[in-house]
């Protein structure tokens, strides 16, 4: 599950989420997916939810009797970035077999949706639910006008629609 701070002088392990990046760039991509991203914040001590990596839907299903109920499945493709616009995440799920049925389900989904996207597998997500909890978006990029910069705001599938979120442009100052 989740921890409920970061460890206080946690040591980060730079090799693990520099092999991450090495490998994402060797690929030619310049995104991270989701496990990839949850490799590296857990690399820096950033606290995440459970998350098994399956290449089928038999895999995730296995994955489902070994963790903690509700599960979540969502798509992995390095080809989608909004995984909720293609009907690539299934929330709640209570049993193996509604896990692996909803991977088959997505699987084929994306496949009408985007045929061009590659599909690596899924990931099994143990859920978390806090009182007054909000999802967030971060992410990072360089822009070729402004340099490095941080996105921030409200996540999940309102972030489309509401827009809650800010860029900003990262200055670095000599102290």
């Known amino acids: 599950g989740v921890e409920e701070q970061v460890a206080v002088g946690h040591d980060p392990d730079v090799v693990a989420a520099r092999s991450v990046i090495e490998q994402t760039l060797a690929a030619g991509r310049a995104v991270l997916t989701e496990p990839e991203a949850k490799t590296i914040l857990m690399a820096y001590g950033v606290p995440t939810v459970e998350t098994r990596v399956a290449k089928t839907p038999t895999e995730c299903a296995r994955l489902a009797t070994e963790m903690r109920h509700p599960l979540a499945v969502k798509i992995v493709s390095p080809d989608i970035t909004h995984k909720s616009d293609v009907g690539g995440v299934v929330l709640d799920l209570e049993t193996p077999e509604a896990v692996a ?40 990029s360089i822009d070729p006008v402004f340099g490095p910069v941080i996105l921030f705001g409200q996540g999940g599938t309102a972030v489309e629609i509401l827009a809650d979120f800010d860029f900003r442009r990262i200055v670095r100052r000599n102290v």
């Open 101 to 140: 049925e909803a991977a088959r389900c997505i699987r084929e989904r994306v496949a009408r949706r985007r045929p061009e996207a590659r599909i690596e597998g899924f990931t099994v997500q143990t859920m978390v639910r806090r009182i007054h909890a909000r999802e967030l978006i971060v992410g990072a």
